[in-house]
Nanobody, 112 residues
Framework: QVQLVESGGGLVQTGGSLRLSCVAS????????TAWFRQAPGKEREFVSA????????HYADFVKGRFTISGDNAKNTVYLQMNSLKPEDTAVYYC?????WGKGTLVTVSS
């Protein structure tokens, strides 16, 4: 009933773009921000970006600044992550998070 569902992952070449979506269902208004994390093969899960629905403030990990843009549409209960200039090291499963709720992830693969 309460869930976050990611979509938009896929296969792209170096320099390509993808737009990820995170749709929330069964969740009331929250003071918590919505965040994107990613986990590459053999590595720990790491923070990518976050947005506050109430204040509209955004945060980015240094390694994606200038390439990724996070945005939200409260009416659609959706948060987006626009990813440009993708690199092979961006290959990972991308997860949406809000408070203690996690999505199942969407796979992004960047080939060189």
């Amino acid at each position: 009933q309460v869930q976050l569902v990611e979509s938009g992952g896929g296969l792209v070449q170096t320099g390509g773009s993808l737009r990820l979506s995170c749709v929330a269902s069964g969740l009331p208004f929250s003071i918590h921000a919505t965040a994107w994390f990613r986990q590459a093969p053999g590595k720990e899960r790491e923070f990518v970006s976050a947005i506050s629905q109430a204040g509209g403030t955004t945060h980015y990990a240094d390694f994606v600044k200038g390439r990724f843009t996070i945005s939200g549409d409260n009416a659609k209960n959706t948060v987006y992550l626009q990813m440009n200039s993708l690199k092979p090291e961006d290959t990972a499963v991308y997860y949406c998070n809000r408070a203690t709720i996690w999505g199942k992830g969407t796979l992004v693969t960047v080939s060189s």
